[in-house]
């Protein structure tokens, strides 16, 4: 089974807008954590948004929030008011385990498209 | 903001030839990895490394793989013998405890 399923090949928005990006996931653990990363067509990683699996408030970073819903093994990552800047892929991985040096395993991207 | 350094940022080889790719990790981070994206595809771990070891690998990460810390600061993944195949990004990364992982920018590695 995919431990990181992302169901949106491509999406795209509106400029200013809001948008979800979905992401689920499947582990037996209890303590694990939840990160979204963004990949410009230049390539590199950037981390966005971490969510601990013990962490009651959903996780924010200015205009990036992670909504967990830790019933649903899902941690979906919604950013407001878009930009431009905003096109790129966007990657959900999961470390799993309450060992600290455990790998990240990622999800198979979405590609985000910001309209003017 | 420190950051992860890697080098080269491109390299094109020859099928058959050993490549290294290089890794400067942040200087307090204790685990490190490689992972490699296939142009357009996800994200695969390679190797995970701690402690002057290798903590985990995958099904990757065969014979024609090895990594090595040689002086504390650097970090090298070794390729003895480039297939086709492994042509793909490769990217290092770090993290002190496992909450924060830091990518590098990646090597883009051609095999020709």
């Known amino acids: 089974a995919q431990k990181i399923t992302q169901t949106q090949p491509g999406m795209f928005v509106q400029e200013k807008e809001a948008v979800t990006l979905d992401c689920t996931y499947d582990?037996?653990?209890?303590?694990?954590?939840l990160f979204w990363y963004k990949q410009p067509s230049s390539g590199e990683m950037i981390f966005l948004i971490y969510?601990?699996?013990?962490?009651?408030q959903n996780a924010t970073e200015g205009r990036y929030s992670l909504n967990f819903q830790k019933a649903r093994k899902s941690a979906n990552l919604v950013i407001s008011a878009s930009q431009l800047g905003d096109s790129a892929m966007y990657f959900c991985?999961?470390?799993?385990?309450?060992?600290?040096?455990?790998?990240?395993?990622f999800g198979a991207g979405t590609i985000l498209r910001v309209k003017s | 903001e420190p950051e992860v350094t890697q080098t080269p940022s491109h390299q094109v080889t020859q099928m058959g030839q050993e490549v290294i790719l290089r890794c400067v990790p942040i200087?307090?981070?204790?685990?490190f990895y490689w992972y490699r994206q296939i142009l357009g595809q996800k994200v695969e771990f390679l190797v995970s490394?701690?402690?002057?070891?290798?903590?985990?690998k995958s099904e990757i990460f065969d014979d024609q793989f090895s990594v090595e810390r040689p002086d504390g600061s650097n970090f090298t993944l070794k390729i003895r013998s480039t297939k086709l195949e492994d042509s793909a990004m490769y990217f290092c990364?770090?993290?002190?405890?496992?909450?924060?992982?830091?990518f590098g920018s990646g090597t883009r590695l051609t095999v020709v």
């Open positions: 990364a770090s993290t002190p405890m496992g909450y924060g992982y830091t």
């Open positions: 582990t037996s653990d209890q303590s694990y954590g």
């Open positions: 969510q601990g699996s013990y962490d009651e």
């Open positions: 991985a999961m470390r799993e385990g309450a060992e600290y040096g455990n790998k990240l395993v």
């Open positions: 200087s307090n981070h204790l685990y």
């Open positions: 490394f701690y402690n002057n070891e290798i903590s985990e």
